[in-house]
């Protein structure tokens, strides 16, 4: 029922979790995660988003870049609030703590509680790459869209600051590494 309410919010970007759980799904095996854990990761791909349905819909329609301080701060209050709506069912407090901290950084820059390296579950770290891999495609993250060579670049820069580098290793041997040609700047 979760997974299907955020479908329907995303609109123009419908198959975002889908997709994200796809390719955290296979991020988790190829770390030789437990069955058990690689459902908790593909569960937690696809809510990950959850705590976003109750955000106005101008705030969504737009990318991170573009939102001001207030919308911003809504939005970095979803992992908790994905947490908050799963906590309640036990099966899925698993996943519910993944949801909390698939914005973390491996750096300590990300939020809701700044935790860094391996402070961030597993599976939260997988999320982080696998959703950034497919937001920026989607330019959720800037006002444009990125080519899938410029996400996957944005991904290996980013190993050792935003993503932990074992998950990067990971991303790149089942999505190929970037084509020579470097990505435009995003901040990292």
């Known amino acids: 029922v979760f997974s299907n309410l955020i479908e329907l919010r995303e609109g123009r970007e419908a198959g975002h979790s889908m997709?994200?759980?796809?390719?955290?799904?296979?991020?988790?095996?190829?770390l030789a995660m437990s069955q058990a854990e690689i459902q908790e990761?593909?569960?937690?791909?696809?809510?990950?988003?959850?705590?976003?349905?109750?955000?106005?819909?101008?705030?969504?329609?737009?990318?991170?870049?573009q939102m001001n301080a207030e919308e911003l701060a809504q939005l970095k209050k979803h992992p908790a609030r994905g947490e908050a709506a799963?906590?309640?069912?036990?099966?899925?407090r698993g996943v519910a703590a993944l949801l909390r901290s698939h914005h973390e950084r491996f750096d300590g820059r990300g939020y809701p509680d700044g935790r860094s390296g391996l402070m961030i579950p597993l599976g939260a770290?997988?999320?982080?790459?696998?959703?950034?891999?497919?937001?920026?495609?989607l330019g959720r993250v800037s006002a444009r869209r990125h080519t899938a060579a410029e996400a996957?670049?944005?991904?290996?820069?980013?190993?050792?600051?935003?993503?932990?580098?074992?998950?990067?290793a990971a991303f790149l041997d089942l999505v190929g590494t970037p084509e020579a040609a470097p990505p435009r700047e995003i901040a990292l």
Do not use: T
């Open 19 to 30: 997709r994200v759980a796809d390719l955290a799904r296979r991020m988790a095996q190829r």
């Open 41 to 65: 990761v593909m569960l937690a791909g696809l809510l990950h988003d959850v705590g976003k349905i109750g955000l106005p819909d101008a705030s969504m329609a737009k990318p991170e870049s």
């Open 86 to 92: 799963l906590m309640a069912l036990d099966p899925l």
């Open 152 to 168: 996957r670049a944005f991904i290996q820069k980013g190993a050792g600051k935003r993503y932990d580098p074992n998950v990067v």
């Open 125 to 137: 770290r997988i999320l982080a790459a696998a959703n950034d891999f497919d937001a920026l495609q």
